[in-house]
């Protein structure tokens, strides 16, 4: 087949009418003549089946299957909407090509209108793929695909009703039905089995186990007591489609999780666990040779002594029984039962060490703990010792974290972290305060960087902790897996500080600072981690966050120079060019003289992560019509339920980095549903799923910034008795360096302002604050703004600035707020008029306009 693709003959879309919950439109794909060549994905029959009469327990509500009509393999999908069959026939086009190296030729509907969509037809046209219409009311035109949906719908009630499961689990019982319709002998293909026929490879049978049996999953050493049971009952409910092991439905603690350490009793079902449980253990039945999986109680112990005849002894048998408390202790689950598990554990980062030793990543998780452990061993961190007798060793545990470059490859990462909560103050630390670079540091340096046209690169200190030198006494037992053989009883005291002790940044930030003075460099008043170097004709901009650092130059020889000092010194990784910094993408076109900071890549996980990548996109942050208070909030049981079930305040505090970073815009609208965070009510929630549908469809939004002169420039605002309960005022106000915005605020003020001048008096107020801090810090950066304007749309306020005057209408004014006047009189501050229609602070304080809403975007310096 090299150099060749053969062709699909056409595909076929039908209606099911034998669905077990009601009627449908299908997709499907079928053959056109008895005589057609016979070859993988040259005829495939699709089948869209739904609505179910209960969500299944992922949420979905639909399937679609795919039948190549040569092998008859099937093909599964579950889906939410209707309108996600475009999506996923795209997905699975892409999979099954891949894998074969053939193309679709056509596709048969029957005129189901998820098929219908221009979109859908736009997309067949450009790939080559001719759509055919059924003629309405001939299901046996669409016969495979048909046939194929109903056996599925038959096999999976069969199974899910003789398991005793319930109807939330029917997606379960269809995966598992097209798992072994898959490894069972097919009439067309004369017994033979699909999947060995579209694979080409023998299909062992050996692991094929009875839908909703029990089972027994192992529980790693590590997550439990000695005395705690060693496996959990869980309800067996299919196979890993493209992943190794089983999949199990934990019914106390309401999850899904995947195992492959597992004893199976294939002869009790889900259906028979009330009848198990009022039997006692006077029926136990059968295991396979392992060790005992279940807990024995002593309830057990009597049953068994009465049938054996032994006797049991106990040391005191009280006349009342102590009392056990009967409540259930179950984890709220943030998001639906199984995706709030399933999201901790496909990541492919293990819990523990057992746990990292048997996956299938085992090698690579060795080599990074290894590399640790290099770098520990040569950083001399610690010395083997006995522990003496007024000390207590603290403990420690691997953390496993698997980084995603800039280039998109992954990087095993393995962490020896103590367990810090274990030390006590007084005694093991003292002070534990270590500072991080400003957002608005780094967005300042950017801005620079763009103007002056500098060099920007980037370093990463590896194992950054442990240079920090200790001033205490601390004591530690040995790895778990890197024990000394013949030393195990001995334990280790540090000599350097580690992750996870609480005194480890501090110490870390102390080594780091006297190393940058006995450099040469300047450190910033205004932001303690910011280090400035002035040379003859150049001069040098460190940042750093924790490990992470920045360098701007315009001299490459001098960056080169500190980077080379700092490996000497400690042990580093030079990035090159800068690519990225704390999750926000840095995009550079020196050509063009611009730099973007952009969010997109975290926007999308953040929509996926909250299943919204497919939700329809807003135009503003917020509505206008909507308005928010705590009258709103959950009073009813049933609701208050729901909303415990729903991830709120994650939500909450995604979208606010995502604001802190790169998206001013949003800054009100997070403000306004972070107020209801301890109770939160459905309208609410709402609220949130509004701003993150605005983030869909500006994703692509971010800060540019441009080649030119550093102009710094503030815009201040004010919302008079926003909120709705307190009748508190908000206050905003943006600054702009060079066009683009580098530092934003929208908060409420500390108290209730009685005017509209009263609310602006205090925004400016704030908003000269930080115009004192940026025209500093610059100064310190050799870049002075002293006749930087800070514009206000309220004339009363400014001319109540400008006059010192005292009358009964400011005379209540809090004395912090009237030292705008002094420095106004000193010339340290210039406060200007603006238009309200032209003030881009205004998207800082109140819902506006989509037109509005684009002039403040653009003012702001944010680029699509």
Not at 50 to 75: E, H, L, N
Not at 204 to 229: T, W
Not at 439 to 462: G, Y
Not at 811 to 838: P, V
Request: proline share 4%; aromatic share 10%.
């Amino acid at each position: 087949m090299k150099g060749k693709l053969s062709n699909l003959k056409h595909v076929d879309v039908g209606v099911c009418e034998h669905c077990i919950f009601g009627k449908q439109k299908k997709v499907s794909f079928s053959r056109t003549g008895k005589n057609s060549k016979v070859e993988k994905l040259e005829l495939v029959h699709t089948d869209v089946w739904g609505p179910a009469p209960v969500k299944s327990i992922g949420g979905s509500c639909y399937y679609i299957t795919f039948i190549d009509d040569s092998t008859r393999k099937v093909w599964v999908y579950f889906l939410k909407n209707k309108s996600d069959v475009f999506s996923v026939f795209k997905r699975w086009k892409v999979e099954v090509e891949n894998q074969t190296g053939l193309k679709i030729k056509s596709l048969k509907s029957d005129n189901g209108g998820e098929y219908d969509s221009q979109e859908f037809k736009d997309f067949c046209s450009e790939h080559g793929i001719r759509m055919i219409k059924t003629i309405p009311g001939t299901p046996e035109q669409n016969g495979v695909a048909e046939r194929m949906n109903r056996t599925l719908n038959e096999r999976a009630r069969c199974i899910r009703i003789q398991s005793g499961l319930p109807k939330v689990f029917w997606a379960e019982a269809i995966n598992t039905a097209a798992y072994l319709i898959n490894r069972g002998p097919s009439v067309p293909l004369n017994y033979q089995l699909p999947e060995e026929v579209w694979s080409g490879k023998e299909v062992k049978l050996s692991h094929l186990r009875i839908f909703g049996c029990v089972s027994y999953i192992l529980i790693d050493s590590c997550n439990r007591d000695k005395l705690d049971p060693k496996a959990r009952k869980c309800y067996f409910i299919g196979y890993g489609s493209d992943m190794y092991g089983y999949r199990f439905w934990d019914d106390q603690n309401k999850k899904i999780i995947r195992s492959r350490n597992v004893t199976f009793n294939e002869n009790l079902f889900y259906k028979d666990r009330l009848s198990a449980e009022s039997v006692g253990a006077s029926k136990v039945p059968e295991l396979p040779e392992k060790a005992t999986l279940e807990e024995i109680s002593e309830s057990d112990i009597a049953i068994k002594s009465q049938n054996t005849g032994i006797e049991v002894e106990s040391e005191s048998e009280p006349s009342t029984p102590p009392r056990r408390s009967s409540r259930m202790s179950v984890p709220p689950d943030r998001y639906s039962p199984s995706l709030h598990y399933l999201l901790l554990t496909d990541a492919g980062e293990p819990e523990c060490f057992s746990e990292a030793m048997q996956g299938n990543d085992s090698i690579k998780w060795e080599l990074a703990m290894k590399d640790e452990m290099t770098s520990l061993e040569k950083n001399g961190t610690w010395s083997l010792t006995k522990l003496p007798k007024e000390k207590k060793a603290l403990h420690n545990r691997w953390v496993y974290r698997l980084k995603e470059e800039s280039d998109g490859s992954r990087r095993y990462k393995a962490r020896l972290v103590v367990k810090g909560f274990q030390q006590k103050q007084g005694i093991d630390f003292t002070e534990i305060f270590s500072p991080v670079v400003k957002m608005t540091t780094i967005r300042v340096i950017l801005s620079i960087v763009a103007a002056e046209n500098l060099h920007l690169e980037q370093l990463d200190v590896k194992t950054a902790f442990l240079h920090g030198d200790l001033e205490e006494d601390i004591y530690m037992t040995q790895p778990e897996g890197f024990e000394v053989p013949d030393k195990e009883n001995l334990v280790c005291k540090l000599n350097k500080s580690l992750y996870g002790l609480k005194q480890a940044p501090r110490q870390w930030y102390k080594k780091f600072n006297e190393f940058m003075s006995n450099s040469g460099f300047n450190r910033c008043n205004m932001d303690h981690c910011c280090y400035v170097k002035k040379y003859a004709n150049s001069y040098i901009i460190l940042a750093v966050y924790v490990d992470d650092m920045l360098i701007a130059g315009s001299n490459m020889a001098e960056i080169n120079r500190l980077k080379q000092k700092l490996a000497e010194n400690f042990e580093m990784k030079d990035l090159g060019p800068a690519k990225q910094i704390l999750g926000m993408r840095i995009l550079r076109n020196r050509s063009e003289g611009t730099l973007k900071l952009s969010q997109e890549k975290y926007i999308h996980k953040l929509l996926d992560r909250f299943s919204l990548e497919d939700a329809k996109t807003r135009n503003t942050p917020l509505g206008s019509h909507l308005k928010f208070s705590k009258s709103q909030s959950s009073q009813i049981d049933e609701e208050k339920c729901y909303m415990s079930k729903v991830p709120y305040a994650s939500a909450v505090g995604s979208l606010m980095y995502a604001m802190v970073c790169t998206r001013p815009d949003i800054a009100h609208a997070v403000g306004v549903v972070s107020r209801f965070l301890s109770n939160p009510a459905k309208e609410h929630w709402e609220g949130v799923k509004w701003i993150l549908r605005y983030l869909k469809g500006t994703s692509e939004m971010c800060l540019c910034f441009r080649k030119g002169n550093i102009s710094l420039q503030g815009f201040s605002d004010a919302d008079l008795g926003g909120d709705l309960d307190t009748r508190k005022s908000t206050t905003g106000y943006i600054f702009t360096l060079g066009g683009t915005a580098v530092s934003w605020k929208s908060k409420l003020q500390h108290s209730v302002a009685l005017s509209t001048t009263e609310a602006e008096y205090i925004a400016i107020s704030e908003a000269a604050k930080e115009m004192i801090w940026l025209q500093n810090f610059l100064k310190e950066l050799g870049k002075e703004q002293d006749d930087a304007p800070l514009f206000s749309d309220s004339q009363s306020a400014l001319s109540l600035a400008k006059n010192p005057v005292f009358h009964s209408r400011c005379k209540h004014i809090q004395l912090k707020y009237h030292f705008i006047r002094e420095l106004i009189n000193d010339g340290e501050l210039s406060l200007l008029k603006i238009s309200g229609s032209e003030n881009p602070a205004d998207m800082l304080t109140k819902t506006v306009t989509t037109d509005k809403l684009r002039l403040c975007i653009t003012s702001a310096g944010l680029r699509g």
